[in-house]
């Protein structure tokens, strides 16, 4: 059964910058796209980042898109986005997910019901 682990949350000031890890477990290769979700009380769960197995497509949300990085590190099993430039807007439960329907493919869904494995989030507040 694969985990995720989110870490790297916290609080900080509008302007700074945070990055997140999510760390996978249960398994000893992965060829799933990973993504980037967050939720803001009161708010739908939407897409933010997301990343091909390989690392070599990326994908953003429009509100996302020039200030936010998503990587992998294949050795270590873990995908990462670094957050810059953050709004107040940008303040959320971050999630990361992991699409095993479309394995080996570069196919990146942003649609959260296309992900089957979820860590358990890390909030991210952004002050002013």
């Known amino acids: 059964q694969v985990q995720l682990v989110e870490s790297g949350g916290g609080l900080v000031q509008a302007g700074d910058s945070l990055r997140l890890s999510c760390a996978a477990s249960g398994r000893t290769f992965s060829s799933y796209a990973g993504a980037w979700f967050r939720q803001a009380p009161g708010k739908e769960r939407e897409f933010v980042a997301g990343?091909?197995?390989?690392?070599?497509?990326?994908y953003y949300a429009d509100s996302v898109k020039g200030r936010f990085t998503i990587s992998r590190d294949s050795a270590k099993d873990k995908v990462y986005l670094q957050m810059n430039s953050l709004k107040l807007e940008d303040t959320a439960v971050y999630y990361c997910a992991e699409d095993p329907r479309h394995s080996g493919t570069y196919y990146l869904p942003t649609d959260s019901t296309d992900y089957a494995y979820w860590g358990q989030g890390t909030q991210v507040t952004v002050s002013s």
């Open positions: 990343i091909s197995w390989t690392g070599g497509k990326t």
